[in-house]
């Protein structure tokens, strides 16, 4: 039973740039949360997808946009790529009827430089 | 204010000795509580969860005082592998999902 894919494992790009990252849930889960972890930082929460639509969402700029698809996977869009951009993105999938803290797991993450 | 505080560390202890970190929670809210262990370059998982009552497992313990907001993990007979950065982690009431981090204390544990 594959766990929680993200894809790619490491990214470069230049500022203004626009960055696509994938992320494809644990199986059965239907839930997927997106996380920006910068360097000596806790994961900050970005926002959550279910039913295709967003459910919350974290105090990120507009710039910050997702998407799910119908077999649950996930995009994370962002826009104008800043240096503070830099960060490890963390996708963590959860089932909507355990939607709490013990239910979710974490993706080996995207490491995101912007240069 | 941030919402999750801990001291970042690093906390250098040898091998065999017992190590407690310690977390604060601002909002009154906050619903559960849980410790997560993130190795170097990694993604995080799961520790444990944290209760009022503590709870253990193995060598680790964690307790929960709501009335301080306060969050503690005891780790006893520590290991090499022990090395990690911890983080204590809430979620609030309505935002059951929404994990909140704090920024982690990182422990090195040497021989």
């Known amino acids: 039973d594959a766990g929680v894919t993200q894809s790619p494992t490491h990214l470069i790009k230049t500022r203004g740039q626009q960055v696509t990252l994938r992320c494809s849930p644990k199986?059965?889960?239907?839930?997927v949360s997106w996380y920006q972890q910068a360097l000596g930082q806790g994961p900050q929460f970005i926002f959550q997808?279910?039913?295709?639509?967003?459910?919350q969402r974290g105090n990120f700029p507009d710039r910050f946009s997702g998407h799910q698809f119908p077999n649950y996977s996930s995009e994370l869009n962002v826009n104008a790529l800043l240096l503070g951009d830099s960060a490890l993105y963390l996708c963590?999938?959860?089932?909507?009827?355990?939607?709490?803290?013990?239910?979710?797991?974490f993706g080996p993450g995207t490491r995101l430089t912007v240069l | 204010r941030k919402e999750v505080e801990q001291d970042p560390g690093p906390f250098n202890v040898p091998e065999g000795a017992t190590v407690a970190f310690n977390c604060t929670y601002s909002?009154?809210?906050?619903?559960?509580f849980f410790w997560y262990r993130q190795d170097c370059r990694k993604e995080p998982k799961l520790l444990m969860s944290?209760?009022?009552s503590g709870n253990e497992d193995g060598r680790f313990t964690a307790q929960l005082n709501r009335a301080s907001q306060y969050i503690s993990l005891l780790i006893r007979d520590s290991k090499l592998s022990d090395s990690a950065t911890y983080l204590c982690?809430?979620?609030?009431?309505?935002?059951?999902?929404?994990?909140?981090f704090g920024t982690g204390t990182r422990l090195q544990v040497t021989l």
């Open positions: 997808y279910y039913e295709e639509e967003e459910r």
């Open positions: 944290v209760y009022s």
């Open positions: 963590a999938s959860s089932e909507s009827s355990g939607w709490s803290g013990l239910g979710q797991f």
């Open positions: 982690v809430v979620t609030n009431v309505g935002t059951a999902s929404k994990l909140t």
């Open positions: 199986s059965g889960h239907d839930t």
């Open positions: 909002n009154s809210a906050s619903q559960s």
